[in-house]
T-cell receptor, first 117, second 110 residues
Framework: DGGITQSPKYLFRKEGQNVTLSCEQN?????MYWYRQDPGQGLRLIYY???????QKGDIAEGYSVSREKKESFPLTVTSAQKNPTAFYLC????????????????FGPGTRLTVT | DQQVKQNSPSLSVQEGRISILNCDYT??????FLWYKKYPAEGPTFLIS?????DKNEDGRFTVFLNKSAKHLSLHIVPSQPGDSAVYFC?????????FGKGTLLTVNP
């Protein structure tokens, strides 16, 4: 059963601590994305990766870091430099990559709700 | 500056009637448009999409219309069902990235 998994569903951290959110996909998709959603807001792009070992900043990358060592995995680290880390974080993937075949249709994981106090 | 706008935060319709959700965009470089449906505390699920070279795409009860000159798209749901109650996000694509609107909460009353 193909899909995207994010763990854990809920995560609690103390202010000043870094935290890493997991995202794994078995859809064989090239591209992966991280978004955050705040109440009453749309999804805002944090980072994206079109191919292994390469990633780009999105619209709100400050205070976040990512890695893409494997095609299946795209973990997001929320650092202590992120001023408002409490949010709902969504990971997505799509077929699009650098092969020339692109697809804008992104498939989302179930999300991780991070609360920092 | 919001490039994708959903000006109606909420919409309420009766079961069986038509639901029309609207979306406006400002960036002429957008070449692909999508609608997603989202329940609370879950990830969005893809509904329907349309390329900028088309003006209509239909999939069952869902139809998306694109008016490029007005930079406007809409999602029609006919007939509306209570299970359609959710937040609907409009998204626009350019250069392999999506820009999302803030969403419209649709409530379908039995």
């Amino acid at each position: 059963d193909g899909g995207i998994t994010q763990s854990p569903k809920y995560l609690f951290r103390k202010e000043g601590q870094n935290v890493t959110l997991s995202c794994e996909q078995n859809l064989n998709h090239d591209a992966m994305y991280w978004y955050r959603q705040d109440p009453g807001q749309g999804l805002r792009l944090i980072y994206y990766s079109q191919i292994v070992n390469d990633f780009q900043k999105g619209d709100i990358a400050e205070g976040y870091s990512v890695s893409r060592e494997k095609k299946e995995s795209f973990p997001l680290t929320v650092t202590s430099a992120q001023k408002n880390p409490t949010a709902f974080y969504l990971c997505a993937s799509s077929k699009q990559g650098t092969s020339g075949t692109s697809s804008y249709e992104q498939y989302f994981g179930p999300g991780t709700r991070l609360t920092v106090t | 500056d919001q490039q994708v706008k959903q000006n109606s935060p909420s919409l309420s319709v009766q079961e069986g009637r038509i639901s029309i959700l609207n979306c406006d965009y400002t960036n002429s470089m957008f070449d692909y448009f999508l609608w997603y449906k989202k329940y609370p505390a879950e990830g969005p699920t893809f509904l329907i999409s349309i390329s900028s070279i088309k003006d209509k795409n239909e999939d069952g009860r869902f139809t998306v219309f694109l008016n490029k000159s007005a930079k406007h798209l809409s999602l029609h749901i006919v007939p509306s069902q209570p299970g359609d109650s959710a937040v609907y996000f409009c998204a626009a694509g350019s250069n392999y990235k999506l820009t999302f609107g803030k969403g419209t909460l649709l409530t379908v009353n039995p």
